[in-house]
């Protein structure tokens, strides 16, 4: 009798755990969108090259792209996804410092693939002063 209830409770358990792993399953992310645009000076208006931007440098266009940044995760059906928020800094030497900032409160479901333009970026130049006396 205590076989046959064994049993029985085996077969339940083993049952609900294939039912919870049927609902759950490993899903893509989305921590950074590709992110592209334009650097430029706010003065002359010409292109910035060699700015920092995240990782990456600007080219003599003063053009950038940020790589999109994946990552998995195990989940269950219904989940909302993650969000994103996104702090890139731009930094170029006798310029004043900028970032690119992103936040999506649901957007580590974007699908892979995901770009934003974020378009022409000015920095200002610092203007040097000394004090002369």
């Keep these: 009798m205590r076989q046959l209830n064994f049993k029985k409770l085996s077969i339940l ?6 039912a919870l792993s049927c609902q759950s399953c490993l899903v893509g992310r989305c921590k950074r ?12 208006r010409q292109p910035i090259a060699n ?5 990456n440098l600007t080219d003599t ?6 790589k999109e940044q994946r990552y998995s995760q195990f989940t269950f059906i219904g989940y909302e996804a993650p969000p994103i928020l ?21 957007g580590g479901g974007n699908r892979k693939g995901n770009i934003h333009n974020a378009d022409t970026i000015f ?3 610092i ?4 004090d002369y006396k």
């Design 13 to 18: 358990f083993l049952f609900i755990c294939i």
């Design 33 to 44: 969108p590709q992110i592209i645009g334009y650097i430029y000076d706010s003065i002359t």
């Design 51 to 55: 700015c920092k931007v995240g990782e």
């Design 61 to 66: 266009n003063g053009y950038f792209q940020l």
């Design 86 to 106: 996104v702090n890139e800094e731009i930094y170029k030497e006798n310029y004043e410092k900028k970032s690119i900032q992103l936040f999506n409160p649901f």
């Design 123 to 125: 920095l200002k130049r």
């Design 127 to 130: 203007l040097i002063t000394t």
